[in-house]
């Protein structure tokens, strides 16, 4: 059973930053691609960032120019670092590790940002 566990959520103004980390308990680099997504309340759950295991990253327009993904394969960790933040990034974050076969989720670390 793959465990992923997210990590580095918390309140932080507007204008500012947050690192979340995504730990799972088997090699990052058996995974297809580990994604961020978000979900805030009353909508429903969204993509925001991919790390391919062929280094091709992807993201949300959303995010784009203020979200980094990075895979860390020796640390079974990715990271995604928030800059720039809005309060609709206000949100519940959930890690998403794929295998190729199956999705394993995390229960997810919330991000709340003060305007």
């Known amino acids: 059973q793959v465990r992923v566990v997210e990590s580095g959520g918390g309140l932080v103004q507007a204008g500012g930053s947050l690192r979340l980390a995504c730990i799972v308990s088997?090699?990052?680099?058996?995974?297809?691609?580990i994604d961020w997504h978000r979900q805030a309340p009353g909508k429903q759950r969204e993509f925001v960032a991919r790390?391919?295991?062929?280094?091709?990253?992807a993201y949300a327009d959303a995010v784009k120019g203020r979200f980094t993904i990075s895979r860390d394969n020796a640390q079974n960790t990715v990271y995604l670092q928030m800059n720039s933040l809005t309060p609709e990034d206000t949100a519940a974050y959930y890690c998403?590790?794929?295998?190729?076969?199956?999705?394993?989720w995390g229960q997810g670390t919330q991000v709340t940002v003060s305007s």
């Open positions: 790390a391919g295991n062929d280094r091709n990253n």
């Open positions: 998403d590790a794929w295998d190729y076969i199956r999705h394993y």
């Open positions: 088997r090699s990052t680099s058996t995974f297809a691609a």
